[in-house]
């Protein structure tokens, strides 16, 4: 099975501070994602990229940048974090064809005071 | 309001019982579907696709796609306290970079 992950588990920081979220998957997959979760919102893409150096604007990016260095890993960066990114984040990656299934990490919950 | 729609927000049903889980679009470019479950504590994990109109089973779960109405539901017979968790459905766009649109999901408790 497809294997994600990512790091830290938990996050906090102060507004106004710097903060990297990072995601590693080992299995090749050319499509990585970044999703927040809120309760009443579900999931809700931020960014995506379908390859190293590629980046992808989802639909709730603002504040938010992201980079994929390799293959395998991709990071979320907040600049200037504001109480509104508190949320949990989560990482996935698909194959290019076949089914195009999502496998997601255990995410990551940063709260921001 | 969300172009994906999820309902009802939380279901309760009794062990052995069976769950109905329902999903509605507002966009009649999303043509392929997916379920996806998240146990407390975990990412989501998909359960399963379904890309044509009617139903699809794998094991005790069966998902039904009505693509002229954009309605997408998934029953689970035989319900099981592990089955308790967050429902998503998810949609894509055909010919879309497999770009998902989640709903807000259904939060479903099956009792002992």
């Known amino acids: 099975e497809a294997a994600v992950t990512q790091s830290p588990r938990n996050k906090v920081t102060v507004t106004g501070g710097n903060v990297t979220l990072s995601c590693r998957q080992t299995?090749?997959?050319?499509?990585m994602y970044w999703y927040r979760q809120d309760t009443g919102h579900g999931l809700r893409l931020i960014h995506y990229?379908?390859?190293?150096?590629?980046?992808q604007i989802g639909d709730v990016p603002d504040g938010y940048k992201a980079t994929r260095t390799t293959q395998e890993d991709f990071f979320l960066l907040l600049e200037l974090a504001s109480p509104s990114q508190t949320s949990l984040y989560f990482c996935?990656?698909?194959?290019?064809?076949?089914?195009?299934?999502?496998?997601f990490g255990p995410g990551t919950r940063l709260t921001v005071l | 309001q969300q172009k994906v729609q999820q309902s009802p927000e939380s279901l309760s049903v009794p062990e052995g019982g069976m769950a109905s889980l329902n999903c509605t679009s507002s966009?009649?470019?999303?043509?392929y579907f997916w379920w996806y479950r998240q146990h407390s504590g975990e990412g989501p994990k998909a359960l399963m696709?379904?890309?044509?109109?009617g139903d699809k089973k794998e094991g005790r779960f069966t998902a039904h796609l009505n693509k002229a109405s954009l309605h997408v539901s998934l029953h689970i017979r035989d319900s099981q306290p592990s089955d308790s968790a967050l429902y998503f459905c998810?949609?894509?766009?055909?010919?879309?970079?497999?770009?998902?649109?989640f709903g807000a999901g259904t939060r479903l408790a099956v009792c002992p």
């Open positions: 696709s379904i890309f044509s109109d």
């Open positions: 299995n090749s997959h050319n499509y």
């Open positions: 966009d009649h470019n999303f043509q």
């Open positions: 990229s379908y390859g190293a150096g590629n980046l």
């Open positions: 996935a990656s698909s194959e290019r064809g076949g089914s195009y299934e999502q496998y």
């Open positions: 998810a949609a894509r766009v055909s010919g879309s970079f497999n770009k998902l649109t």
